[in-house]
């Protein structure tokens, strides 16, 4: 497929899951993000909200697991419709094949450099990947999707072979089963759980919940929070879902 010409995509200074700190002793917190390619708020959240815990220091305290089926339907005969059409299946099943092709969302490893001083090398994996899809989806440009390999510098034939040979429909199927048994059900997406936790209307407010769940010392990033997660402090998600029920064309 060939991609029109795009301006740069900004660089995001994405550090990493490190498990050389306290972090690892203490238990990371689990986040999961069960969402879909081209809502648009879903788009919106990975980008501008999620990103953030990569530059923050709250990555250092996540596990962190992408979900991309959100609201599509398995019938059945085992087809899959997704809620913005067949272009959402392809990307979802094609963030699926980089999920499940590089399992860390981004790695930092400390290498030995000329000077016999280890540094921090960032080899990227499938959340930068994941972010330049739906940054693309966000400006209307998600048809350019193939230009993430050379900004990310991944190769492309994993995921296209991924894709193509059906592995990616049936990596699809796994992630509908598993969406489909949360309980309480999925109302909308993103959907967001921490630690087990379904933050529901309140996932906006999930730095807070992953702050207020760690038991080791917790990142800067997270000491400046009111951390007491009470209904009068609920962060207000308004109208940013995508809701379950609506099938669009």
């Given at each position: ?7 740069p ?11 050389f ?5 203490a ?16 788009s919106?959240?990975i980008v501008?909200d ?5 530059h ?7 596990d962190?697991?992408?979900?991309p089926f959100?609201?599509?339907?398995v ?6 419709t997704c809620q ?13 094949c ?13 290498v030995?450099?000329?000077?016999s001083i280890?540094?921090n090398v960032?080899?990227e ?8 899809v ?9 048809d350019?999707w ?14 296209i ?22 309980q309480?059900p ?10 087990g936790k ?8 999930f ?16 000491k400046?929070k009111h951390?007491?997660?009470?209904e ?12 379950a ?5």
């Amino acid at each position: 497929m060939a991609s029109p010409t795009l301006l740069p995509l900004p660089v995001v200074p994405f550090l990493v899951l490190l498990c050389f700190s306290p972090a690892c002793a203490a238990g990371r917190v689990a986040v999961s993000v069960y969402y879909e390619t081209l809502c648009p708020f879903c788009s919106g959240f990975i980008v501008n909200d999620l990103a953030r815990i990569f530059h923050n220091g709250v990555s250092s305290i996540v596990d962190l697991r992408l979900v991309p089926f959100g609201n599509g339907r398995v019938s059945v005969d085992g087809s899959i419709t997704c809620q913005h059409g067949e272009g959402e299946c392809q990307l979802n099943a094609i963030e699926a094949c980089a999920i499940r092709l590089w399992p860390d969302p981004v790695i930092l490893t400390p290498v030995l450099n000329s000077s016999s001083i280890y540094v921090n090398v960032l080899f990227e994996q499938h959340f930068p990947f994941i972010h330049c899809v739906e940054h693309l989806a966000l400006t209307r440009k998600w048809d350019a999707w193939q230009s993430c390999f050379q900004d990310t510098g991944l190769s492309s034939e994993p995921v296209i072979d991924c894709y193509n040979s059906g592995y990616g429909r049936q990596l699809e199927l796994k992630y509908a089963a598993e969406t489909n048994a949360l309980q309480p059900p999925h109302q909308f997406v993103p959907w967001v759980a921490v630690n087990g936790k379904l933050l529901a209307d309140d996932y906006m407010n999930f730095e807070a919940y992953i702050c207020s769940a760690y038991d080791g010392e917790l990142p800067e990033a997270c000491k400046g929070k009111h951390l007491a997660i009470a209904e009068h402090t609920r962060a207000s998600r308004g109208d940013k879902v995508c809701l379950a029920s609506k099938i669009m064309s």
